[in-house]
Structures are given as C-alpha cells and as structure tokens.
C-alpha cells in the first residue's frame, strides 16, 4: 500500500536486477522527481535487491546527508508482493512482469527497455522514437542520467583497460578475454565482473559494484550486450565514460553493429544531445504529474 505517495518508482521483479541501470534509474528519477520537481515519491523495491546493495549504489554520487535521509525514509523492500496499491507506478525496466501480482493503480507508465510483450498494459510507454517505432499509447522521450550529482574523480590508474563482464548482460569466456588482451597493447587490465572466473594473468578480477569504479582505469572496452535481444537498450556506461573522459574502444567479440539501442547512444553523444537529468527535464510535463 503505497498510496501516500503520488508517484511509485519500481521494477517488474520476476527476476533480480541486481545493482544494474535500472536501479540507478530509479534513485537518479526519485532525485528528479523529489528535488527537483517537489513531487511526492517513493522507491519500491520487489525483485529482492538488498537495502545494502541500494547503498552500495547511492555511493555513487555526491548526495547531501538530508537527500540520503530521503532516499532513507522513502525506499521500501517488499520482496514479490502479490499485490500493488498505488497513484502512478513508473516501472523503469519497462516491464510487468510481476508474477501476475494484482497491480491497483491510476496509471502504469513504462520507461521502455526492450521487452515488448506487455506494453499495451501500460497508460503511457516513455521511449526513445529513435529506437522504438511510435505506438499509441507512446511519447518520445530519451532516458537521461543524474550526471551532475556523480561524484568526482580523484585519480585514474593510466594505461589501464576495463572490461564489463556479468552474467546477466555481458558474458564472456577466458578466451574472449585472452583475445581482447592478445588484441590490444594496455599494460593492464580490470575485469568488473558479478560471478567468481578465470582471467588471463595481465587481467585482475574486480566484483561489482566496484568502489570509485571509475577510478580503475583510463579505457574502456566495450563488448556489447549478451542478453537476450542483443541490445543494450539506453547504454549508460559510455555516457559516463563521456562525462569522465574516458576513452571507449567498440571491440568485435559481438557483432555490436545490430545493437540498436547502442548506436543511437552512440548517435546522441556525437550529436551533444543532452542526457544530463536537469531541472528543465520534460517527463513530468510528458507523463502530466
């Protein structure tokens, strides 16, 4: 029962997300929505990410005592709930894939991400129409990032690659890292990975989330998306690599060319399109909060 609040950030939670974009999305839209817009928010948290891993990601940014207070009081851990009572629920991953739960709410509103089988479920599909044909039920919008609130960086470790490789989304073997170490000429290697494996030895494992991740190299290779569509709907990692000048090397162990979400980020980046969540953001005229 969240009907105390006027908006509800979630999840569908048939699957753990783990400490993935879309949980930033949420605390980086909670943020928008609460702070910069004064509206009545709440986080809810269903698909059993732990209270530990959100702080691990609020650690992100450069959040004063009195918003981590907010974030705090308004974040709420109810584990597969067999139902929802609330205003208007954002599911970020743009998905209701919640166990058939009894959603009783004004309005579902998506922030589309790939699964394409239930948006008709949804009042209003937030999607960038560069990516996604327009639908009726559809407003273009473009996922943007809480960029002025990340924390700054205080030194790099030079000459130094980092590779993403989860289970969930980038999977890669030994020998795809031998041959990207084989490939390229970096004098070391990080590894972020979710999942304990074998790397070559100029490579070092580091679980994520990694603290001050950015700080752990000066390059980063991207591999492309493992999951199943193949697209990596609205990339964050090479937005924020932008914003920390940080070099990206596009590498072929995917073919990353059919990555669709991929280059129309890439597009907007070369393009200057703003992705910096700021105050004059346009969802909140777009959903009509």
Known sequence: MLKK??????TSWESNHGISGHLFEMIEYFYHLKFHKNKSVCIMIADGISKDQVNVALSKYDFSTEELQAYEACTFYHYNPKALIANDIIFVDGSIRTFDADIICKRKIFLR??????????DI???DYDLYDPL?????????????KFKEINKTF?????????????KLTFENLESIANKYNYKQYV????????????MTLHKVPADNL??????????????????????????ECKHYNKEVIYDGVYDISKDRGLMVRRNDLDKGVNLDLKETDEISTLAAF
């Open 5 to 10: 609040f006027d908006i509800t950030l979630t």
């Open 158 to 170: 030079d000459d130094t690659a980092a590779i993403y490789c989860t289970s969930n989304m980038r």
């Open 136 to 148: 009726p039920n559809s407003v273009h919008y473009k996922k943007k990032l809480l960029l002025s």
């Open 191 to 202: 590894v972020l990975t979710n999942v304990q494996m074998e790397v070559p030895s100029n």
């Open 113 to 122: 991400c790939c699964d394409d089988e239930f948006l008709d479920k949804a």
């Open 125 to 127: 599909v937030l999607q």
């Open 214 to 239: 950015y700080e752990l190299f000066d390059t980063f290779i991207y591999t492309g998306s493992t999951n199943k569509t193949k697209i990596d709907c609205s990339s964050r990692l090479i937005v």
